[in-house]
């Protein structure tokens, strides 16, 4: 096969210039031309680059012809280990081409654990190896596996297994140089009977295909080859200088010329600005899933990925919103799995064309011409760390063949590292797409930090507004790890403040809050444990109400959908809007197969709202699609609290288009027009603190725990888990979804021509028990079954108010109230079902409005 220009029909092979000009040959077996194009660089090594078009790197290819060249090659190597071997065989890749190829190697094998060499080192982790690549533009390779003996031993975990096999992957076996390195230095190490290299191309020369037997004797181990296809490149000459030359002369012409931007040369013409923050998706990846094999990949993270792939696909299908028609989802240099994953599950979801390629390293000419294989390249700051320090070293990065490419759309997909300000620049990679495509997305996958890392919280992720003060803010906590709600029920806005001692006495809290000593948001009350009794209550008191409490929630979610369009993102107040929140999405999800976005925010009587939180919400969100979601009202002061702390956090912080209108299921108090019902009843969740809520506790500012960069936090009670019936009341409600739908139709139909308009008929009631009960203090009178329960689990209550004639839905509130020694008093003309009155003047052993009488039993 000649390297000469061949044309037929309009198909152009992609390494005729090259050929052509500096005479190379490149012969091979089968579909040789159409699995490599050729290229030049600026290398002292090697002028020429062989450019494959199934690697996922330098051209754009549908994901599921990469991930199945991939796989094929991990089935071919299952086949020559055989069921045993395979099982026990690790698989190794190479930074920063192969990383996606030797995961899908690792996949085809079937149960292989995977990890490849890095050239990001990260503190904490001990190397396990290191080597150099000889022809590579970035030499240097880390080997850092979160468990050492993964390269000691077998997927088992029987370290010097004999059978344990060592697979190593690379995109191309030129001169067998870099894998023979490698073997080498780990056999020292680790020495075993058996090595596979595997490659989609085996290139070397006819001088060194001898060599590969020559080494496996003379380490004592058998060493096989798997390649897809077998060739070679012939080299005339003084190739390397001519090549050289060649690559000068076309840059000098380039500039010469002055491209505009994204063709070969530099940029002549400023590049637009985005109109605002690129669309970020909230993927939603699994927790505790590594984003790649950098530190170690295992079987068990692969069950946790793959039918996690299906939802996060869709949630990129629906930010892309109207169907595009070519769509590129773009990886990241060493991430290529990810990409690659979310390219495949997509390309299944959507019937638009669907392309996969990753930035690089590697600097390569660009020649605008169908006989070359790299025709555009986009050129833009490394931004994997900050920027006066990257973490592979500094320089540019760049992108090949997406300008040009006609995509509708690229999906950017970053780890968390790598989402810095740098890439926001306005020379950073998201400007440098904007002009090549009508829409940017970027969807951030969590960089996985190994457990001998420095626990640092959670991976940072970079904010566009307030740049100057809030540049990084954390992504959202989820679980298991943070509450004990499914990952993706809740993504919570929260710094994790478990291991702080921040529980009081409550009567020791109430006396310090009403002297003004101390904020109720600044401790937390000691966690209410349940009697057998209590317990039994709320079980019967769930049976009882949760059909109503299933009709309220699709009430105010279809509300929500009817006028806040069809896909909000729901931001619940935590806590007691979380369990909520979690119920309108599982409501919009089973009813109208949407998957809505759910964040839970802090909300401080007093401090306003967490306003780092607003600040991501906008980053990553349109703030016109929030809408704000709680239990209940009461007299209507959380409600006037987001009100105001919305106005002064877009006065102060310049972002607007928060509506701080709130959503709850229950308004008694007549505070909102978007609710569930205006009843007063029992909410079950209402009955508990943390174990209905996901086991957090309520949210806490403090100055010493909380800085101007932080979230509000709160606790994870891990402990109390084996009392945890968070996810009982969530499953008890959604199973009567379906026997409430034509009820919840008929309501929202009504409601939405109603005159919903807030009465305030709560704050009025408050106001004249206030003075009727000579307490004189609003905060201290709080109306409703909800806000009464939480008076007697978390407050000094001075006495209970309840409507004559109310039943069940007042049984947990006397029991509370026996068990504390507070009096129920029954009332006529209560606009709520019952009032729970804190104790004014508090001091501890004081029973009177004035603070003085002492109770004597």
Same mark, same amino acid.
């Given at each position: 096969?000649?390297?000469?220009?061949?044309?037929?029909?309009?198909?152009?092979?992609?390494?005729?210039?090259?050929?052509?000009?500096?005479?190379?040959?490149?012969?091979?077996?089968?579909?040789?031309?159409?699995?490599?194009?050729?290229?030049?660089?600026?290398?002292?090594?090697?002028?020429?680059?062989?450019?494959?078009?199934?690697?996922?790197?330098?051209?754009?290819?549908?994901?599921?012809?990469?991930?199945?060249?991939?796989?094929?090659?991990?089935?071919?190597?299952?086949?020559?280990?055989?069921?045993?071997?395979?099982?026990?065989?690790?698989?190794?890749?190479?930074?920063?081409?192969?990383?996606?190829?030797?995961?899908?190697?690792?996949?085809?094998?079937?149960?292989?654990?995977?990890?490849?060499?890095?050239?990001?080192?990260?503190?904490?982790?001990?190397?396990?190896?290191?080597?150099?690549?000889?022809?590579?533009?970035?030499?240097?390779?880390?080997?850092?596996?979160?468990?050492?003996?993964?390269?000691?031993?077998?997927?088992?975990?029987?370290?010097?297994?004999?059978?344990?096999?060592?697979?190593?992957?690379?995109?191309?076996?030129?001169?067998?140089?870099?894998?023979?390195?490698?073997?080498?230095?780990?056999?020292?190490?680790?020495?075993?009977?058996?090595?596979?290299?595997?490659?989609?191309?085996?290139?070397?020369?006819?001088?060194?295909?001898?060599?590969?037997?020559?080494?496996?004797?003379?380490?004592?181990?058998?060493?096989?080859?798997?390649?897809?296809?077998?060739?070679?490149?012939?080299?005339?000459?003084?190739?390397?200088?001519?090549?050289?030359?060649?690559?000068?002369?076309?840059?000098?012409?380039?500039?010469?010329?002055?491209?505009?931007?994204?063709?070969?040369?530099?940029?002549?013409?400023?590049?637009?600005?985005?109109?605002?923050?690129?669309?970020?998706?909230?993927?939603?990846?699994?927790?505790?899933?590594?984003?790649?094999?950098?530190?170690?990949?295992?079987?068990?993270?692969?069950?946790?990925?793959?039918?996690?792939?299906?939802?996060?696909?869709?949630?990129?299908?629906?930010?892309?919103?109207?169907?595009?028609?070519?769509?590129?989802?773009? *990886?990241?240099?060493?991430?290529? @799995? &990810? =990409?690659?994953?979310? #390219?495949?599950? +997509?390309?299944?979801?959507?019937? /638009? %064309?669907?392309?996969?390629?990753?930035?690089?390293?590697?600097?390569?000419?660009?020649?605008?011409?169908?006989?070359?294989?790299?025709?555009?390249?986009?050129?833009?700051?490394?931004?994997?760390?900050?920027?006066?320090?990257?973490?592979?070293?500094?320089?540019?990065?760049?992108?090949?063949?997406?300008?040009?490419?006609?995509?509708?759309?690229?999906?950017?997909?970053?780890?968390?590292?790598?989402?810095?300000?740098?890439?926001?620049?306005?020379?950073?990679?998201?400007?440098?797409?904007?002009?090549?495509?009508?829409?940017?997305?970027?969807?951030?996958?969590?960089?996985?930090?190994?457990?001998?890392?420095?626990?640092?919280?959670?991976?940072?992720?970079?904010?566009?507004?307030?740049?100057?003060?809030?540049?990084?803010?954390?992504?959202?906590?989820? *679980?298991?790890?943070?509450?004990? @709600? &499914? =990952?993706?029920?809740? #993504?919570?806005? +929260?710094?994790?403040?478990?291991? /702080? %001692?921040?529980?009081?006495?409550?009567?020791?809290?109430?006396?310090?809050?009403?002297?003004?000593?101390?904020?109720?948001?600044?401790?937390?009350?000691?966690?209410?444990?349940?009697?057998?009794?209590?317990?039994?209550?709320?079980?019967?008191?769930?049976?009882?109400?949760?059909?109503?409490?299933?009709?309220?929630?699709?009430?105010?979610?279809?509300?929500?959908?009817?006028?806040?369009?069809?896909?909000?993102?729901?931001?619940?107040?935590?806590?007691?809007?979380?369990?909520?929140?979690?119920?309108?999405?599982?409501?919009?999800?089973?009813?109208?197969?949407?998957?809505?976005?759910?964040?839970?925010?802090?909300?401080?009587?007093?401090?306003?709202?967490?306003?780092?939180?607003?600040?991501?919400?906008?980053?990553?969100?349109?703030?016109?699609?929030?809408?704000?979601?709680?239990?209940?009202?009461?007299?209507?002061?959380?409600?006037?609290? +987001?009100?105001?702390?919305?106005?002064?956090?877009?006065?102060?912080?310049?972002?607007?288009?928060?509506?701080?209108?709130?959503?709850?299921?229950?308004?008694?108090?007549?505070?909102?027009?978007?609710?569930?019902?205006?009843?007063?009843?029992?909410?079950?969740?209402?009955?508990?603190?943390?174990?209905?809520?996901?086991?957090?506790?309520?949210?806490?500012?403090?100055?010493?725990?909380?800085?101007?960069?932080?979230?509000?936090?709160?606790?994870?009670?891990?402990?109390?888990?084996?009392?945890?019936?968070?996810?009982?009341?969530?499953?008890?409600?959604?199973?009567?979804?379906?026997?409430?739908?034509?009820?919840?139709?008929?309501?929202?139909?009504?409601?939405?021509?109603?005159?919903?308009?807030?009465?305030?008929?709560?704050?009025?009631?408050?106001?004249?028990?206030?003075?009727?009960?000579?307490?004189?203090?609003?905060?201290?009178?709080?109306?409703?079954?909800?806000?009464?329960?939480?008076?007697?689990?978390?407050?000094?209550?001075?006495?209970?108010?309840?409507?004559?004639?109310?039943?069940?839905?007042?049984?947990?509130?006397?029991?509370?109230?026996?068990?504390?020694?507070?009096?129920?008093?029954?009332?006529?003309?209560?606009?709520?079902?019952?009032?729970?009155?804190?104790?004014?003047?508090?001091?501890?052993?004081?029973?009177?409005?004035?603070?003085?009488?002492?109770?004597?039993?």
């Amino acid at each position: 096969m000649t390297g000469q220009r061949k044309e037929t029909a309009d198909v152009v092979w992609s390494g005729s210039w090259v050929a052509e000009r500096l005479g190379v040959e490149l012969v091979g077996d089968g579909d040789l031309r159409e699995l490599l194009g050729l290229a030049l660089r600026r290398n002292p090594k090697r002028a020429h680059l062989l450019v494959s078009n199934v690697l996922g790197k330098h051209v754009p290819q549908r994901p599921s012809v990469v991930y199945g060249a991939g796989v094929e090659l991990g089935r071919r190597v299952r086949d020559l280990l055989g069921e045993d071997g395979a099982r026990h065989a690790v698989v190794l890749g190479y930074a920063e081409t192969a990383t996606g190829l030797g995961h899908a190697v690792a996949d085809g094998l079937g149960a292989a654990p995977y990890l490849h060499s890095t050239r990001r080192p990260v503190e904490g982790v001990a190397r396990a190896g290191g080597f150099e690549e000889s022809h590579s533009h970035a030499t240097s390779h880390l080997l850092l596996p979160e468990d050492p003996g993964l390269l000691a031993g077998d997927a088992s975990g029987e370290e010097g297994a004999p059978d344990a096999t060592l697979v190593l992957v690379d995109d191309e076996f030129s001169t067998g140089n870099t894998v023979l390195n490698t073997i080498r230095a780990l056999h020292e190490r680790y020495p075993r009977k058996r090595y596979v290299i595997v490659a989609l191309v085996d290139m070397r020369s006819p001088a060194d295909r001898g060599r590969l037997a020559e080494f496996a004797e003379e380490i004592g181990a058998r060493v096989d080859l798997v390649a897809r296809n077998t060739g070679t490149v012939n080299l005339p000459d003084g190739v390397l200088e001519k090549g050289q030359a060649l690559v000068a002369e076309q840059e000098a012409e380039q500039r010469a010329a002055q491209h505009p931007a994204g063709r070969p040369g530099e940029a002549a013409q400023p590049l637009r600005n985005l109109p605002g923050p690129c669309t970020r998706i909230d993927l939603q990846w699994p927790a505790g899933v590594p984003d790649g094999g950098r530190h170690g990949f295992t079987p068990a993270h692969r069950a946790l990925l793959e039918p996690a792939l299906p939802a996060m696909a869709d949630r990129i299908a629906q930010a892309l919103g109207e169907q595009p028609r070519r769509v590129l989802v773009l *990886g990241f240099e060493e991430l290529m @799995y &990810a =990409p690659l994953r979310l #390219g495949t599950a +997509l390309e299944e979801r959507i019937g /638009a %064309e669907v392309r996969y390629s990753t930035t690089t390293r590697s600097p390569v000419l660009a020649v605008d011409d169908p006989g070359y294989a790299i025709r555009t390249r986009l050129v833009f700051p490394a931004h994997d760390a900050p920027a006066d320090a990257p973490a592979d070293g500094p320089g540019d990065r760049y992108a090949y063949n997406v300008a040009g490419g006609g995509f509708d759309a690229v999906v950017l997909v970053v780890d968390s590292t790598a989402d810095t300000p740098a890439l926001h620049d306005h020379r950073g990679l998201l400007q440098q797409l904007a002009p090549h495509t009508a829409h940017v997305l970027l969807a951030v996958v969590p960089s996985y930090v190994p457990s001998g890392a420095p626990a640092a919280g959670p991976s940072p992720s970079y904010t566009p507004h307030r740049q100057e003060d809030h540049s990084m803010l954390p992504e959202p906590l989820r *679980g298991p790890a943070f509450s004990s @709600y &499914a =990952p993706d029920e809740v #993504g919570w806005l +929260l710094q994790d403040l478990s291991d /702080a %001692e921040l529980e009081a006495p409550t009567e020791e809290r109430e006396e310090a809050i009403q002297s003004g000593g101390a904020h109720y948001a600044e401790s937390l009350p000691v966690e209410y444990q349940p009697s057998e009794q209590y317990q039994d209550l709320f079980k019967a008191a769930l049976d009882l109400s949760a059909a109503r409490i299933a009709r309220a929630v699709g009430t105010v979610t279809e509300t929500v959908l009817a006028e806040r369009g069809p896909r909000p993102v729901l931001v619940s107040l935590a806590r007691a809007g979380t369990p909520v929140g979690v119920l309108m999405r599982r409501w919009a999800r089973l009813r109208h197969g949407v998957d809505l976005p759910h964040y839970a925010v802090s909300i401080v009587r007093g401090r306003g709202i967490d306003a780092n939180a607003l600040r991501w919400l906008a980053a990553h969100h349109n703030p016109a699609d929030v809408v704000f979601v709680d239990g209940w009202t009461g007299k209507g002061a959380i409600t006037r609290e +987001l009100a105001a702390a919305i106005d002064e956090f877009e006065e102060s912080d310049g972002t607007g288009g928060f509506d701080p209108e709130i959503a709850v299921l229950a308004d008694p108090g007549g505070c909102v027009r978007t609710y569930g019902t205006r009843e007063d009843f029992l909410i079950p969740s209402a009955c508990l603190n943390s174990t209905v809520s996901g086991l957090i506790s309520r949210t806490v500012l403090r100055s010493d725990l909380v800085g101007p960069h932080d979230f509000h936090g709160a606790k994870f009670y891990r402990e109390l888990a084996g009392s945890d019936v968070s996810g009982h009341f969530l499953d008890t409600v959604t199973d009567r979804f379906a026997e409430v739908a034509d009820a919840v139709d008929a309501e929202v139909k009504e409601l939405l021509t109603a005159d919903r308009a807030p009465t305030w008929e709560g704050w009025a009631a408050v106001e004249r028990i206030s003075e009727e009960y000579g307490i004189h203090d609003v905060n201290l009178v709080k109306p409703g079954v909800g806000e009464t329960t939480r008076v007697l689990l978390r407050r000094v209550p001075w006495k209970i108010l309840a409507k004559r004639g109310a039943g069940a839905d007042l049984e947990h509130i006397r029991l509370l109230a026996q068990q504390r020694g507070v009096p129920v008093e029954e009332v006529d003309e209560l606009p709520y079902t019952c009032v729970g009155l804190i104790h004014p003047k508090y001091t501890r052993g004081a029973t009177g409005a004035d603070g003085k009488a002492v109770e004597s039993k």
